[in-house]
């Protein structure tokens, strides 16, 4: 008789190890996806594309927003962009709830941090937001992206709370968004990656580290004027980025002209109708892509809270 324990089950004749690590895996086993910068050319995005869900707002405070999109608009401002992306070379690729989804779920770069070997998903801090990872997290399954981890117990924390400094270093903001738990959580599973994090603090009155820091190429860093701390300033220029502040409040809190997306080095897509920011932008060299997305800051995000980041050079 045969003996079973010799057999391939049990790593006899015909038993084939797993040698390589995840990230050797990706665009094989799993989907290609990573990201461990800002700046380098874009190549794959996930999006919302807003609808039904809006028609149930009665009162915008009630959803987090500033006033009640009108979803014909905002529909084709979505398209649009959309469309700009896939002109640049990006892939797009949405989310596909078979439920109607909540009202904020276009803003999906709140919702997911791309590391390089795949996602850390989010859990946001408010509770008009609560579950809306469990549709990006059915996504991310579908296309074959892995999943890292994600944030669990009193943690909270927001893809829109994070940036790489560089492939080595990523910048974390506490505010009120992500919380200290939160911030701990994504640090120690970047740590198992060999990836340092830096923590800095968000001041009152600012949502997200992304409305007050965005990067435009691998040292040039924009900044919103008073926003930002001296220790943060001096962690960003240790890392050797100038830090550069954006004229003209009106165009940054209103017009979200800060809120734009890195297509690739010196090259940006960012929100039209700003035409103060765009000329700065373009006097430092950067090429801009234009699309109005009037409509979306009415919900309280721009081009880059809608963007959820799966994949760079």
């Given at each position: ?200 603090d968000l001041p009152s009155g600012s949502m997200h580290l992304m409305g007050d820091l965005r990067f435009a190429d691998q040292d040039l860093a924009i900044c919103r004027p008073g926003r930002l701390c001296d220790s943060t300033l001096e962690i960003l220029r240790e ?55 009037s409509e979306v800051t009415k919900a309280a995000g721009g081009i880059g809270c809608l963007t959820g980041i799966l994949e760079r050079e």
């Amino acid at each position: 008789m045969k003996d079973r324990s010799k057999g391939s089950p049990y790593g006899g004749k015909g038993w084939s190890p797993r040698e390589r690590s995840l990230k050797e895996e990706l665009g094989d086993i799993w989907s290609s996806c990573g990201v461990n910068n800002e700046w380098n050319r874009l190549r794959k995005v996930l999006l919302h594309r807003p609808g039904i869900e809006l028609k149930r707002i009665s009162d915008p405070d009630d959803v987090q927003m500033i006033e009640i999109p009108s979803i014909e608009i905002i529909t084709k401002q979505h398209d649009n962009l959309a469309e700009a992306f896939r002109n640049s070379g990006v892939t797009v690729s949405y989310l596909e709830p078979n439920v109607t989804p909540p009202p904020n779920l276009m803003f999906v770069a709140d919702l997911l941090f791309t590391t390089p070997e795949g996602m850390i998903l989010s859990r946001p801090a408010s509770s008009v937001r609560a579950g809306e990872e469990r549709f990006v997290a059915a996504r991310l399954a579908s296309l074959g992206i892995p999943i890292l981890r994600s944030i669990h117990g009193k943690g909270t924390f927001e893809g829109a709370d994070a940036a790489w400094l560089n492939p080595d270093t990523v910048m974390i903001s506490v505010g009120f968004r992500t919380n200290k738990e939160g911030a701990m959580q994504v640090s120690s599973h970047l740590k198992e990656m060999g990836i340092e994090s830096v923590k800095v603090d968000l001041p009152s009155g600012s949502m997200h580290l992304m409305g007050d820091l965005r990067f435009a190429d691998q040292d040039l860093a924009i900044c919103r004027p008073g926003r930002l701390c001296d220790s943060t300033l001096e962690i960003l220029r240790e890392h050797g980025f100038s830090t550069l502040f954006a004229p003209d409040e009106a165009e940054i809190a209103t017009g979200l002209s800060m809120n734009f997306v890195t297509l690739g080095p010196k090259k940006i897509l960012t929100a039209s109708g700003n035409p103060n920011t765009q000329r700065f932008y373009e006097e430092l060299g950067l090429k801009c892509h234009l699309v109005n997305i009037s409509e979306v800051t009415k919900a309280a995000g721009g081009i880059g809270c809608l963007t959820g980041i799966l994949e760079r050079e």
